[in-house]
């Protein structure tokens, strides 16, 4: 069973920056695609950003988009995700999720997921 870990969250001044990391248990996270979601107490969860196996697919939301960056280096077994640009609006839990059969933005394709990591975006 995959097991993912995020970090790099933190607090972060609006217009700041952040980049997030996602890692996995064993040395295995080329063989999925990964996507990154948020959420906030009492919003449903929304999702952000997601990447192929290989790196050459990607999709943002909307509200990310020219401002977030989704990447991944399978031979340190890791995909991140640069925020630039930040917002109040942007501050949520992230989590990183794999086991998808396809690249895409919705959560409840995804198998496994990791514990989460707090975004705080404010003055």
């Known amino acids: 069973q995959l097991q993912l870990v995020e970090s790099g969250g933190g607090l972060v001044q609006p217009g700041g920056s952040l980049r997030l990391s996602c890692t996995a248990s064993?040395?295995?996270?080329?063989?999925?695609?990964i996507g990154w979601f948020r959420q906030v107490p009492g919003k449903e969860r929304e999702g952000v950003s997601c990447i192929s196996r290989a790196g050459g697919i990607t999709q943002y939301a909307d509200s990310v988009k020219g401002r977030f960056t989704i990447s991944r280096d399978n031979a340190k077994n890791v995909v991140y995700l640069q925020m630039n640009s930040l917002k109040p609006e942007d501050t949520a839990v992230y989590y990183c999720?794999?086991?998808?059969?396809?690249?895409?933005?919705?959560?409840?394709?995804?198998?496994?997921w990791g514990q989460g990591t707090q975004v705080t975006v404010s003055s």
């Open positions: 064993e040395n295995t996270l080329d063989n999925y695609r």
């Open positions: 999720a794999g086991g998808s059969p396809r690249t895409t933005l919705r959560g409840d394709e995804y198998a496994y």
